[in-house]
């Protein structure tokens, strides 16, 4: 897994902001930081199912919109 950025006419700050976006979409950081200390296994549950329950949250709010409720 490689992310790249093309730096163009030497626009070094326009290229990093572009990074960084990508860096952040790609959850990179977030998994940098969640394997960079020990979890518990309970804790682990626990935090996967409350992301479990907030993408069901999401996905029923999106199912509300397109049927226009």
Known sequence: MSITVEVRKGNLE????????????????????????????????????KEGIANFKKNQKKLKQQRGF
């Not at 940098?32 to 626990?46: I, N």
């Open 14 to 49: 326009q290229a990093m902001r572009v990074l960084k976006k990508k860096v952040q979409k790609e959850g990179v950081i977030k998994d940098y930081r969640a394997k960079s200390v020990y979890e518990k296994p309970s804790e682990r549950k626990r935090r996967k199912k």
